[in-house]
């Protein structure tokens, strides 16, 4: 009995050594044959720094004590204590894995195949392995022997010798070597049957792949032939009988335990379908019955024992029907619904603990690397393996799987397969789930290398790398180009010359010499950016050709790549991030408004990469101003300013207009009526806010730049028109009035001085020649017109209003809304238009008469010569002016009794008007059908033309392209025409009646 200091002592360095039960092991090392043990401090930390001290002692007692005589225990104690080597990888197997432990105290001369020390560049291979379990002549035998290699196999594991990639090939080579031993005894077990066929054994899943685990099934698909001279059905049945006794010496269980399962569930018709079948008979099935995922597991295919010839004969055969599976019908979405599956039928109560097929888990990415593997490897031999992490790293070389992307992915993957290794190394047996007990968790916690806080180290480790696996498996393994890709006929994924010249000619490129010469350009060399480009023309190709213009869809598709092809996140957002490269490919040939914005500054791309909830999404008025306030505090002087405060205009025009297009050209069906109601809506509103920050800020510039924080006169700018409706288009211009106020103690005629350089020096900054779109600043809504001045006094609007103002006034009130400047002045303002706008007794009968002259007048004399009036957006009948006048007319009359008519928007006041009875529903939704369509066609030539426009394009592409936008497939231009008539003449007719009192 060891004194109590020393025990004291003992106890102190057990505890630090990482011993749980530290008494325990003071009563194993008081034994008087571990005193060596225990009075070397080397050893102990040796045990120390196993995957669980506790249980590396006990085991190593136990290996002691089956040594046969106390000579045979010296020897084991004096090689561990003298060989470093040999004492790391023996307490390193005894502390990760109590099976091991077991079969050394079974045989206990095995730990001397750890003696030998391997240099980290010797790996055995099969042929090693095959020497290892040479003279096993038995099944039993088999077994001793195949523990024994993976003993030595897994010293070298836990010691960090071989990484998990290397150990999973290692064990996938072992198992090849058994695979050829247990044939070899089940054919000497049959001689005759031997001698009656050639069969060929083909590893699948893990084992093919040469990424097995410690325990698993090992797939294979078993093929015969008969030999020279034999009868087909007795070579089957031959081959069969033998096939079926190497599956029980691997499979059966014994006093030595199994080596692992053989599964040949994955064989044509699986476990319903013969054991084993010809080679014709096997390509008979894949060409004719097989479903997607029997191609998916044919990628991992590989002969390992058996005849070799048949074996690669097979695997010849197969192959290019691998290649070709992405070609069927619905491939992609078949493998995600499989891959879906998978996770439904787990347990609920396992689903948050499976390290292989739980959401995060090792599956996500090998489904994720397979279905990449399977659409691009048909034309990228490169991609052709069987290995995930050799797969993923030829991904990522070219091109399909961004480079930060594959790093985490294959770092996630090491992490959670090393897991699943040291899981499964502790009893040999298959399992997938993370543990609950604290014990275990720290064990296995320790084995992985964290010995601070292991358990709370492991989890949390572990929930990381399986949210990255999760995310960049929804990011890959449902990537919307994937699909497009593997709808492509074989010859259209490599750009050919000759196939692209086809190609284009068939899709309607009417240049099919400068397209190639573009194609040419983006997509020639050795480059990454040239293999990304490669991957994803042949699809947007075919989305140009979905446009009246694909040519032109191209050409800017070119220049965008041009100016942003140094910059690395371009490409990678085109492949990565959901509809990113459709949304482009719509954007850049519906014409030439969005283009133009976004050559000007092609960063915006990064827009359209966040998705309709986020990327095109329009921003709010408030949001807007704030950022070209911003912008406006940080420049020099008014020039910079206004040019900071266009520049957000553009990118914001741009960010509307692709919202737009994306939204419109969705789909060859035409949009249904509410849908294209709320794009008008989104449009108005974003342009309008968009509108009032860049007024706001350009105010703020000038002001800053002339007069310091304050200007002598308070000022306030006032939306008329379509502005102050919120329904601004692309082209319009800004229609306002400027009112401004004297501060206190500033004489009258410097506040007006102040007050027009103001608005003098903000038209001129937001027209000067530049970059970026002009904006159009239009007062010619004031009082007097363009004969009286551009600023008035409150007081002034006030006399004047009140001596002067006409009917048509009150008219264009009713869209008055203060936009920028000072709030206070504007809501004066606006209380002093509200009683002429609303009038408290409504409209006099002669004001009637007024507004309808007027009407009728400009329908005479505004419409240009040689214009079509049924195709005239704004003023033909049915257009715009007949809706908003008829609505306003209703507004004048009623809006006193009806507070809800006391609006700026069309469509509110058409829903109100509706709401109160004063018109009928049917004549409502009539006018609010034209009024919506004849938005959308004034928006529609802007985006198009890239210039406002009233009326339909002549040009018979341009016409195509607004077609498009409105939902009119290629050809039907005529039927665009005739709805549009019909339209808006039902819409004159209710006109006629409810403003003309017809």
Request: hydrophobic share 45%.
């Amino acid at each position: 009995m060891a004194a109590p200091g020393r025990r004291s002592s003992t106890f102190t360095r057990l505890l630090r050594h990482g011993f749980t039960d530290p008494s325990a092991a003071e009563r194993l090392l008081d034994a008087p044959e571990l005193a060596p043990v225990r009075d070397d401090p080397v050893l102990l930390e040796a045990l120390g720094a196993t995957a669980d001290p506790d249980l590396a002692l006990h085991q190593l007692v136990r290996l002691l004590e089956a040594q046969p005589e106390p000579a045979a225990r010296r020897e084991l104690l004096d090689t561990v204590i003298a060989a470093k080597p040999l004492r790391d990888r023996l307490l390193g197997v005894l502390g990760a894995s109590e099976a091991l432990g077991d079969h050394l105290a079974r045989h206990c001369g095995d730990w001397r195949a750890l003696v030998t020390y391997e240099p980290r560049d010797l790996h055995p291979g099969v042929a090693e392995f095959e020497s290892g379990l040479a003279g096993a002549d038995d099944p039993v035998s088999l077994r001793i022997a195949y523990r024994r290699c993976l003993l030595a196999l897994a010293a070298r594991d836990v010691c960090g010798t071989i990484d998990v990639a290397e150990t999973a090939a290692e064990l996938a080579d072992l198992a090849t070597a058994t695979l050829r031993a247990a044939l070899a005894l089940a054919e000497a077990a049959a001689p005759e049957d031997a001698a009656l066929c050639r069969l060929a054994v083909i590893a699948m899943g893990k084992c093919g792949g040469h990424e097995l685990n410690y325990v698993s099934d090992v797939d294979v698909v078993f093929v015969a032939e008969p030999a020279e001279g034999a009868d087909e059905t007795r070579a089957l049945r031959a081959a069969t009988g033998i096939a079926s006794h190497l599956m029980r010496i691997c499979s059966e269980t014994t006093v030595e335990g199994s080596i692992w399962p053989v599964d040949a569930n994955l064989r044509p018709e699986g476990r319903n379908g013969p054991l084993v079948r010809t080679l014709a008979s096997h390509l008979a099935y894949y060409q004719r019955w097989a479903k997607t995922w029997e191609f998916q597991a044919l990628l991992k295919a590989r002969p390992v024992a058996g005849d070799a010839a048949l074996g690669e004969e097979y695997l010849a055969a197969v192959r290019p029907l691998v290649w070709q599976a992405s070609e069927r019908e619905n491939f992609v979405s078949d493998v995600q619904k499989m891959r879906r599956r998978v996770v439904e039928t787990l347990p609920p109560a396992e689903v948050d603990r499976q390290l292989k097929l739980g959401p995060g888990g090792l599956r996500d990415v090998e489904f994720a690397v397979q279905l990449l593997q399977l659409v691009h490897g048909r034309v990228d031999p490169a991609l052709r393996s069987g290995t995930t992490l050799d797969a993923l790293d030829a991904l990522a070389a070219g091109g399909y799987v961004g480079r930060a992307d594959a790093a985490q992915l294959d770092e996630a993957y090491r992490f959670l397969r090393s897991m699943e290794h040291r899981l499964q190394l502790y009893r040999l047996r298959r399992t997938h789930l993370v543990p609950e007990d604290e014990a275990d968790l720290r064990r296995l916690g320790r084995s992985l290398g964290l010995r601070t806080e292991p358990v709370t180290t492991l989890l949390r480790e572990w929930r990381r790398h399986a949210a990255v696996v999760r995310r960049l498996h929804e990011k890959l393994f449902y990537r919307p180009l994937l699909d497009a890709v593997a709808q492509l006929a074989p010859g259209e994924t490599r750009l050919s010359a000759k196939a692209a010249r086809e190609r284009l000619v068939a899709l309607g490129y009417a240049d099919p010499a400068a397209a190639l010469r573009h194609l040419e350009a983006l997509a020639s060399g050795v480059t990454r950016k040239a293999a990304i480009q490669r991957t994803l023309l042949p699809v947007l190709l075919g989305w140009f050709a979905d446009s009246a213009d694909p040519d032109a869809g191209l050409l800017n598709f070119r220049k965008v790549s041009d100016a942003l092809g140094k910059t690395p996140w371009y490409l990678r957002l085109l492949r990565d991030e959901g509809a990113a490269a459709e949304n482009l490919a719509r954007v850049l040939s519906a014409g030439r408004l969005a283009p133009d914005l976004l050559m000007r500054a092609p960063e915006a791309v990064a827009l359209l990469g966040e998705g309709a909830a986020a990327g095109l999404a329009p921003r709010g008025r408030a949001q807007l101003e704030q950022e070209v306030l911003a912008a406006v505090r940080r420049a020099d002087d008014a020039v910079q300013a206004v040019t900071a405060a266009r520049g957000v205009r553009r990118r914001e025009l741009f960010r509307t207009a692709a919202a737009d297009i994306v939204g419109s050209y969705g789909t060859e069906a035409r949009p249904a009526e509410a849908d294209q109601g709320a794009l008008v809506d989104r449009v108005g509103a974003a342009v309008s806010d968009l509108t009032a920050a860049t007024l706001a800020g350009t105010l703020r510039a000038v002001v800053r730049a002339g007069w310091g924080d304050t200007l002598p006169t308070r000022f306030a700018i006032i939306g008329m028109g379509r502005f102050g409706g919120n329904e601004l288009g692309y082209g319009s211009d800004a229609d306002v009035l400027f009112v401004h106020e004297p501060r206190d103690g500033v004489d009258e005629r410097e506040a007006a001085d102040a007050a027009g350089r103001v608005v003098a020096e903000m038209r001129r900054l937001l027209q000067v020649p530049s970059a970026d779109p002009p904006l159009v600043v239009d007062a010619d809504l004031r009082p007097e017109g363009r004969s009286g001045p551009p600023v008035r006094t409150l007081k002034s609007y006030e006399a004047y209003y009140r001596r002067w103002s006409l009917a048509w006034e009150s008219h264009a009130l009713l869209r008055a809304e203060f936009v920028a400047g000072d709030e206070e002045l504007g809501r004066r303002f606006m209380e002093l238009v509200d009683p002429l706008r609303y009038p408290a007794r409504g409209l006099p009968e002669d004001s009637v008469r007024e507004i309808r002259r007027l009407k009728a007048r400009m329908e005479s004399e505004r419409l240009p010569r040689g214009t079509d009036p049924k195709l005239h957006a704004k003023l033909g009948p049915g257009g715009l002016s007949d809706v908003e006048w008829t609505v306003q007319l209703t507004q004048l009359r009623h809006a006193h009794e009806v507070p809800a008519l006391r609006t700026t928007r069309t469509r509110e006041a058409l829903t109100a008007a509706c709401a109160a009875g004063l018109v009928p529903e049917e004549h409502a939704a009539t006018l609010d059908e034209a009024w919506v369509l004849a938005t959308r066609v004034r928006n529609a030539v802007m985006l198009v033309r890239g210039r406002a426009g009233d009326t339909f394009p002549t040009d018979s592409r341009d016409l195509a392209a607004v077609g498009r936008y409105l939902g009119y497939g290629p050809g039907h231009a005529g039927d665009m025409l005739e709805a549009y008539r019909r339209t808006t003449r039902l819409a004159r007719t209710v006109v006629e009646e409810l403003f003309y009192g017809a």
